[in-house]
């Protein structure tokens, strides 16, 4: 019974470092951009060179991250990115150095950025005794969280930056990783370690092809995804007559859509099919972008998070639970794993944009979004039956 309490307090906490670490994002990543090029005057070479830089390192310390969870359970990785995130956040602040920012952006935000990864290594961990429904459950509850973060924090962020400009939007982003990093440290419940949660360890027969393939397809998601989101923008004021107000209002919408989807869910846990459900997020992917690409109305733009919200939502909250499943006893490096996959997608994203805005325009970049996402429907088709 004290296990059960401890888990439940565990958990609880977990959700709370998860809504503050996504709201620390949350706050400032949609004016990260901004603040580079307009207020540190970065060209685009420069600014290539920093997205790249926080996407490969955070690579590296998620890969790092994952290893060490999964040799002993521990909150130290958490901790140390919790840590990062602050730090980080609080140092963009007060510079506008290329070189300064170039090794923030190497060093405390990449590793920042593994603290997603780690509260979902770490849930799967606290629930290893538990049924596979409650596990998945308590992950889409961790994931939602998430959801919840971006759904208000883009807004917090701009009211913040009219008011108090970039520096006070990046020092909130500081206080609400200090209060995440605060809230883990005081919790006095702990997560059970591998050793009380493993038994027979075994490995999946034929896992690699499926693991490889599964983990091509997701970098192929968030590759469109990602590069998606960068000429929505342009798109949206320049083509569709829309105003600033309406990005955020895109953003945010899609986001609370996200939590309903993730809400059914979790509400109704999938008995089987789980691959099934992810072929269906990668189709409203395709959907979703040749909506965009169709899109002559703001308001279509609006209409179509609908198909995005699916596509994320599906694909976001049973990929993770389905990578775990093909690496049973490695919650860390699946964990990572999904988390790397959007890292490449966003380093990607940023090497392609340039080239295909100049030779093709903003709005071409739809259809080659949608694309990636029908050659990720494909893989995950490929994956051997058996596996969800």
Known sequence: MTTDVDRSSFFIALVVVDVLSGLADAISGPYVVLFLVDHAQLGPLSLSAILTARALSGIAFGTAFGAWI??????????????GSAVGYALLGFTTDFAVLLVIAALPIAIGAAAFSQSIALVKRDFDQASPH??????????????????????????????AGFRGAF????????????????????????DATHGNRRKPANGGPAIALAFSALILFHTAMFLGSIPLPIVLISSLGGGKSDIGVAMSLCAALEIIVMGVLIWRPLQRGERAAIVVGFAAFVAYFVALTLARSVGAVFWAQILRAIAIGLVSYLGISYLQS??????????????????????????????????FGYGSIFIVCAVFSAAGLVLVCLIPTGRG
């Open 171 to 194: 020092l909130a982003s500081a206080a609400s990783a200090v209060i995440a990093l605060m809230t883990l440290v005081l919790v006095r419940a702990r997560p059970l370690p591998a």
């Open 70 to 83: 999964d040799r002993r359970t521990t909150i130290a990785p958490l901790l140390l990115a919790l840590a």
């Open 134 to 163: 409650t596990a998945n459950r308590a992950i889409g509850v961790l994931r939602a969280s998430w959801s919840v973060a971006w759904a208000i924090g883009p807004a917090v962020g701009a009211l913040i930056v009219g008011v």
């Open 326 to 359: 093909l690496m049973p006893h490695r919650a860390g490096a699946a964990a990572a794993l999904f988390s790397n996959s959007g890292q490449l997608g966003s380093v990607l994203a940023a090497l392609g944009v340039g080239g295909l805005a100049q030779a």
